[in-house]
């Protein structure tokens, strides 16, 4: 078995990542991997699983949770809880290659719009330096 902390899980979807302990890359998860509901898996969550591989690369197999994410307005983070804080420009580059390539029939116009949207929540979230 291997721990690991979730990165990222869209709960409609039904899939996200598991970034393993020991380092390397990061690892599929699939809902149907899973040994709990679904709505228990959030990012911070730490898990544990069956390594597998997979002709995608890594992915989890009899997926058990450790430890729930910390409440947030709870404890401080630790130290490897923090994250970066992003210039705008760092910012924008991450948030319109992600729009792109979540949703390549967006127009120009919309990206606009939805970054600019972002980029105002992450500025008063302190994501983003102003």
């Known amino acids: 078995m291997v721990t690991g902390k979730v990165i990222r899980f869209d709960e409609v979807r039904g899939y996200g990542f598991v970034a393993p302990d020991s380092g390397g890359e990061d690892v599929f998860i699939h809902v149907n991997d899973l040994t709990?509901?679904?709505?228990?898996?959030?990012?911070?969550?730490?898990?544990?699983?069956?390594?597998?591989?997979s002709d995608r690369g890594p992915k989890a197999s009899n997926v058990s949770i450790v430890r729930s994410a910390p409440a947030s307005g709870g404890e401080s983070p630790t130290e490897d809880e923090l994250f970066?804080?992003?210039?705008a420009k760092e910012f924008?580059?991450?948030?319109?290659?992600?729009l792109l390539t979540s949703a390549p029939t967006m127009t120009a116009e919309q990206v606009l719009q939805v970054r600019q949207k972002l980029t105002q929540i992450a500025v008063r979230h302190g994501w983003v330096d102003a």
């Open 36 to 53: 709990f509901d679904k709505r228990l898996i959030a990012p911070g969550v730490v898990v544990e699983f069956d390594p597998e591989d």
């Open 84 to 87: 970066d804080v992003l210039s």
């Open 92 to 98: 924008h580059e991450v948030v319109t290659e992600a």
